[in-house]
């Protein structure tokens, strides 16, 4: 009998040490659980060798011009955070510095920043008990027979209640934290979008800056071909008076002259609009001005151009960053998707006192408490979960394309700066052959009009000629420093490199759990 009783006492101890072991794994379960839905898996960068089907040649044709220095591609060198200042001209770099301070565009996606983790950090919220507390005074009457318990000697009493709720879903299936993953991810497209405000906003500045030098130069030779014609009418009209030529070579200059003069009035426009949008990318009205103008004699080209491996380009681009963040939100809504359609489990506990007066509510016997447990299982739904499972699976799909699409334009991109820069360096070397052999045509001309030996015809020509060869000149001094600028932003801008941006101010952790009120 005795043995009996120790045999049993054994397998009863065995019994339940086997119970609490079954009972710790469900509770780790229940509060670990499983993430259900795909792990995200970022995509490789594509194994290309270059940007190219040619491989470029390693550096640009130089000119004999103030922009025409000979540049030298240097593979895997890092960019450098303010790219822009190596064309070394101190008036472009206090104008970026005043447009990062104030401009609009780039202050609404800082904020944008801090509200996509903000929302991540109340998502963050669901992984701990919820606890709320109340309390309740009321003055209450009853009828005579009442069977209420509370007060039995009157039937007027006052009633004090206080409560503390606690409640709590266990992430069983990983639902909470699948959906904190994709706002996570979803915060990450916000960041990746403000590096990509910041890029544009600073290259914007860079090519407008570069624009209105150009146009600066245009209007300058404009005026130089405005005085060349004007001396040459001069010496036309001599000659008429001479009677070496026709009214009719005087009638022609004119004309030529006006046309030249007439060309002035919409370049003058463009300089203004781009004044004005200058002004606009650094915050301020277009009637505040600038202090800054830009002449292209001020630039300087940089000899040594940075040009990252293919393969670090994925890592580089602000847009591709933000598109692979877009398919980690999309992937982790798939397991969202399929957690709502798996069991819902709920815990709550509830701890509190009933008592008639106030000294009482501390009384021993007046306080009240419930514990429970809930299980929701989805059942029929008409086919709504299902189908938003399948709407979450395509929404990757199309993130996936638009990721591999944004891949690709980034490739386009930088192979067409890469050529551009190779092509507008040839420009500039045959602009600056055009324009001497045009300026000495002209000087031919106006030498034979000087000794009266001309011929209207090949004078008007020579002017038409050193006109058009002057503004492509200045126009192909532009696109050299325009091409690296381009490049700079093709390749990302060197963001990783960069601190000059506050970093979005984040709220202490304890603030997730006990939720002051600011």
């Given at each position: 009998m005795r043995q009996h009783f120790f045999q049993t006492a054994a397998t009863r101890a065995t019994r339940g040490h086997w119970s609490q072991r079954l009972f710790g794994l469900a509770m780790a379960t229940i509060l670990s659980g499983c993430a259900v839905g795909p792990d995200f898996v970022p995509p490789h960068p594509p194994q290309a060798s270059g940007y190219s089907a040619m491989p470029p040649s390693s550096r640009t044709v130089a000119a004999k011009d103030s922009a025409?220095?000979?540049?030298?591609?240097?593979?895997?060198?890092?960019?450098?955070?303010?790219?822009?200042?190596?064309?070394?001209?101190?008036?472009?770099?206090?104008l970026v510095e005043?447009?990062?301070?104030?401009?609009?565009?780039?202050?609404?996606?800082?904020?944008?920043?801090?509200?996509?983790?903000?929302?991540?950090?109340?998502?963050?919220?669901?992984?701990?008990?919820?606890?709320?507390?109340?309390?309740?005074?009321?003055?209450?009457?009853?009828?005579?027979?009442?069977?209420?318990?509370?007060?039995?000697?009157?039937?007027?009493?006052?009633?004090?209640?206080?409560?503390?709720?606690?409640?709590?879903?266990?992430?069983?299936?990983?639902?909470?934290?699948?959906?904190v993953e994709s706002l996570q991810a979803q915060a990450n497209i916000?960041?990746?979008?403000?590096?990509?405000?910041?890029?544009?906003?600073?290259?914007?500045?860079?090519?407008?800056?570069?624009?209105?030098?150009?146009?600066?130069?245009?209007?300058?030779?404009?005026?130089?071909?405005?005085?060349?014609?004007?001396?040459?009418?001069?010496?036309?009209?001599?000659?008429?008076?001479?009677?070496?030529?026709?009214?009719?070579?005087?009638?022609?200059?004119?004309?030529?002259?006006?046309?030249?003069?007439?060309?002035?009035?919409?370049?003058?426009q463009q300089l203004a609009e781009q004044r004005h949008l200058l002004s606009a990318l650094t915050g301020g009205l277009p009637s505040e001005g600038l202090p800054e103008t830009f002449e292209l004699r001020d630039f300087h080209l940089?000899?040594?151009?940075?040009?990252?491996?293919?393969?670090?380009?994925?890592?580089?681009?602000?847009?591709?960053?933000?598109a692979e963040a877009?398919?980690?939100?999309?992937?982790?809504?798939i397991g969202v998707a399929v957690a709502n359609r798996l069991p819902n489990i709920s815990l709550t506990a509830n701890y509190g006192v009933n008592a008639l007066s106030p000294d009482q509510v501390f009384a021993p016997g007046s306080n009240v408490w419930g514990i429970g447990g809930a299980a929701l299982m989805p059942i029929l739904h008409g086919g709504t979960l299902f189908e938003r499972e399948v709407t979450a699976r395509e929404a990757f799909d199309q993130?996936?394309?638009?990721?591999?699409?944004?891949?690709?334009?980034?490739?386009?991109?930088v192979a067409d700066c890469l050529s551009a820069l190779q092509n507008d360096a040839k420009a500039l070397q045959k602009a600056v052959a055009f324009e001497g052999a045009a300026a000495k045509t002209l000087a031919i001309m106006r030498q034979r009009l000087e000794i009266g030996d001309v011929n209207y015809i090949e004078l008007l020509n020579a002017q038409l000629t050193y006109q058009r060869a002057l503004i492509t000149l200045v126009i192909a001094r532009r696109n050299r420093f325009a091409d690296t600028a381009?490049?700079?932003?093709?390749?990302?801008?060197?963001?990783?490199?960069?601190?000059?941006?506050?970093?979005?101010k984040r709220r202490p952790f304890l603030s997730f759990i006990t939720d002051p009120i600011y």
């Open positions: 025409g220095t000979s540049q030298h591609f240097v593979m895997g060198r890092d960019l450098p955070g303010d790219w822009w200042r190596v064309f070394g001209y101190a008036p472009l770099g206090s005043r447009a990062l301070n104030s401009n609009p565009d780039l202050r609404a996606a800082q904020a944008a920043l801090r509200m996509a983790e903000a929302n991540t950090a109340a998502a963050q919220g669901g992984f701990f008990p919820q606890a709320d507390g109340s309390f309740a005074a009321s003055r209450q009457k009853t009828g005579l027979g009442s069977t209420s318990g509370l007060a039995t000697d009157t039937p007027t009493y006052n009633l004090f209640t206080g409560q503390v709720q606690v409640s709590y879903t266990p992430d069983v299936f990983g639902g909470t934290r699948r959906l916000e960041r990746f979008q403000l590096e990509a405000t910041y890029l544009a906003l600073t290259a914007h500045i860079v090519l407008t800056s570069v624009q209105e030098a150009s146009l600066r130069g245009q209007i300058a030779a404009t005026h130089k071909l405005i005085k060349i014609a004007a001396d040459l009418l001069h010496g036309l009209r001599a000659q008429f008076a001479a009677g070496a030529i026709s009214e009719a070579d005087i009638v022609t200059q004119e004309a030529t002259l006006a046309q030249i003069e007439q060309s002035l009035p919409p370049l003058e940089p000899h040594d151009l940075p040009l990252s491996v293919p393969s670090q380009l994925v890592e580089q681009r602000p847009d591709i960053r933000a877009k398919m980690q939100s999309t992937s982790a809504l993130a996936s394309s638009q990721y591999r699409s944004a891949v690709i334009a980034a490739f386009q991109n381009a490049l700079f932003q093709a390749l990302g801008g060197g963001w990783w490199n960069r601190s000059d941006v506050e970093s979005p």
